[in-house]
């Protein structure tokens, strides 16, 4: 991995969940607690194995079922707690959630494009994706202060989430956290501490590129 081999500053391993069924089916999950599919499932236990060869010191986890489970099968291996945290739940989209991709284009193009565009809206009278990052990254930030100096801490959350801590994380204008793309099921990203701050090692690793379904695509 990136950045490992020189055994310097902690790591933040940014991991979405696994597979559910209204990501087949496109459908704009948000704050709605939807389960795994058995084929999620599946992926969080074969990414479990990868990550845990980083031998993390820590798990944190939005309180969501889908990530909760996710980060479970990690739990399972590791020994370790996890610990559960509403701030790291999926952006709420008000009336956009439960719509398929199609449906929310087609009630809501303008909306839809000027958040594409990196306008700050509210989707479907929603949180701002500021509002997010507000809530998330210092959730993240909390667990990875009581790191130890060269700890690694795993947050399981959701590709929305991901992304707007990333931004935030990384001192990026908001307008362009579009720039970093969506995250595949039960990928993940890596951010390591630099002499200026966080930095992004990786990004969407974990497999060979899949197609990226959920919210944030």
Known sequence: ?????????RRIVLWRHGQTAWNLERRFQGSTDIALTEAGVGQARRAAR?????????????????AADTAAELAAI???????????RETYAGAWQGLT???????????YAAWKRGEPVRRGGGELETEVADRA??????????????GTLVVVSHGGTIRTTIGRLLGLESHHWEG??????CCWSVLGEG???????????????????????
């Open 1 to 9: 991995m990136n950045g490992s081999g020189s055994g310097r500053g």
């Open 50 to 66: 990868l990550l845990a060869s980083l031998k993390p010191d820590a798990i944190v986890a939005s309180d969501l079922q889908r």
């Open 78 to 88: 590791t020994g370790l707690e996890v610990a559960h945290d509403a701030g790291l």
């Open 101 to 111: 991709h199609e449906e929310i284009v087609g009630q809501y193009g303008e909306q």
């Open 137 to 150: 990254a210092p959730v993240v930030l909390g667990h990875a202060d009581k790191l130890p100096g060269n």
């Open 180 to 185: 970093l793309g969506g995250l595949s099921n």
């Open 195 to 217: 002499a200026r701050g966080w930095r992004l090692l990786e990004h969407n690793a974990g497999t060979l590129p899949e197609p990226v379904l959920g919210d944030d695509t």
